[in-house]
């Protein structure tokens, strides 16, 4: 009795205590590609090992993208002990392979497994071999494992991943865990302390509407991202052909301000210089991985015409201005009112407290105008502000435009001020993106 009172203590110490995720990874969010969005299924040992040439000929790797990750369909079937087996005709060498290649070329290696007992794909999925498919992607050297939900049926996901991520815990390699449940059971709520990323939607396809329906539900997620643990609208489409350049700048620049994963999912062997400039633009990748891990918030919602504010270190910050509509706009920016905006919450909006601006639309508040919009011929106006939203940055130091030198993103090129208000114009589907870098 004695014995089995130990043998409980203990196991409830090892699982109580030491099983947890891995800390110290993914600190800014992930930069990678994944084989989903360009080939599905049509995956193999030559295209992936040609992807990681890729990566570093490209320079991708020279800005910061590091995880190859290949998505559904490496996988066929499991062996009379259970064990997973890589499909021989894509990938003759196995996965150690691969990843061994990968490793060469400094990078990381990914792979993709579902949480059910099978894969979107009809493959076999990890339900009752978490642990025996965890120690083998720790055999093969993975560094990142995407794990999906389908085949789950009634099992609750919360456990599901838990499970999962107890068993990389114990197979004792660090593997960056990337939970992608669609979102269903919200779990930014609960995921935090399980995975270091979580899909918050479903499926991104490769369309202006697709990419900007989920945009629109990252809104109140804000608060749930942070250094190691990141909401995932999904990835890149930057590359695929389904939207206008104009398009996938607003996507890349948006899944930047949002700290999103970026994880490209075009051919970058074959990339145009527009697809590149995009996806190299160090600028506003540097957004993306700013240390502080901040997740922008919507300051502005004009419903088609919104402005959105991402809190970096060094109290500097990022706005962005985006037009969702099919018109183009001319907006008169006040860059003296938008130096004050703060940058210190991390709630729904994160603008709360004295001296916020009132939510759009709030009764009886006149709105603040940091940009008014006005139809192309129509002359832009600009109402008296009804008192900055002045507020401190972090750190508590009261910062104006004096404070910093504002440089377009995208121009690259400091702005030069004769007025502190100017009128911008904006393509249908565009953004313009600013740092206000301290002084
Ligand atoms: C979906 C997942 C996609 C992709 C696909 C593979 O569930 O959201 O990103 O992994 O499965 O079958």
């Known amino acids: 009795m004695k014995k089995l009172v130990l043998i409980v203590a203990v196991a409830f110490l090892f699982f109580g205590v030491f099983a947890q995720k891995f800390e110290k990874l993914v600190k800014t969010p992930p930069m990678g590609w994944n084989s989903w969005n360009k080939y599905q299924c049509n995956v193999s040992e030559v295209l992936i090992m040609g992807m990681a040439d890729a990566m570093v000929s490209s320079g991708m790797k020279d800005v910061g993208y590091e995880y190859i990750v290949i998505d559904d369909c490496w ?34 290696f990914g792979i993709y497994s579902s949480a059910g007992t099978v894969t979107c794909q009809k493959r076999p999925g990890g339900f009752g071999h978490e642990y025996q498919d965890a120690l083998y992607y720790a055999k ?58 979580w899909r918050t939607t479903g499926d991104i396809s490769d369309s202006w509407n697709s990419m900007i329906g989920i945009f629109d539900k990252q809104k109140d997620l804000a608060r749930y991202a942070g250094p190691g643990k990141w909401n995932d609208p999904d990835m890149l489409e930057v590359g ?54 901040r997740q922008a918030t919507c300051y502005r919602d004009n419903v088609d015409y919104q402005i959105w504010v991402k809190g970096l270190s060094n ?12 018109e183009k706009k001319t907006v008169l920016v006040d860059f003296a009112l938008l130096a004050q905006v703060r940058t210190g919450g991390r709630g729904f909006g994160g603008f709360g407290g004295p001296g916020a601006p009132a ?15 006005a139809t192309v011929g129509a002359p832009a106006t600009q109402a008296a502000p009804a008192g900055p939203p002045v507020g401190f940055q972090r750190g508590g130091t009261p910062l104006t435009l004096a404070n910093y030198t504002v440089r377009d993103i995208w121009d690259h090129k400091d702005l030069v001020f004769k007025e502190t208000s100017i009128y911008v114009d904006m393509p249908p589907h565009s953004v313009k993106v600013y740092r206000f870098i301290k002084k």
């Not at 990389?168 to 919200?186: D, H, M, N, Q």
């Not at 109290?315 to 099919?326: H, M, P, Q, R, Y």
């Not at 939510?359 to 919009?373: D, H, K, M, R």
């Open 75 to 108: 996988q066929i079937s499991r062996d009379e002990n259970g064990n997973i087996v890589p499909d021989k005709d894509r990938f003759p060498h196995g996965m150690k392979y691969i990843a061994d290649y990968v490793h060469s070329k400094g990078l990381k």
């Open 140 to 197: 093969c050297g993975v560094d990142y494992l995407k794990y999906d939900w389908c085949g789950s049926s009634s099992q609750d996901a919360k456990s599901s991943y838990t499970n999962m991520r107890d068993a990389l815990y114990t197979a004792g390699r660090p593997i960056v865990f990337s939970i992608c449940e669609w979102g269903s059971s919200k779990p930014w709520e609960w995921a935090g302390t399980v995975g270091n990323l």
């Open 240 to 293: 695929n052909g389904g939207m206008t350049t104009e398009e996938y700048r607003t996507h890349f620049s948006l899944w930047c301000m949002l700290a999103s994963p970026l994880i490209a999912g075009n051919d970058i062997q074959n990339m145009t210089p527009e697809t590149k400039s995009i996806l190299l633009n160090k600028e506003i990748i540097a957004i993306n991985q700013d240390t502080l891990g």
């Open 315 to 326: 109290n500097e910050k990022a706005i962005c201005l985006l037009n969702k509509s099919d």
């Open 359 to 373: 939510a759009p639309g709030t009764p009886g508040t006149p709105a603040i105008p940091v940009a008014s919009t």
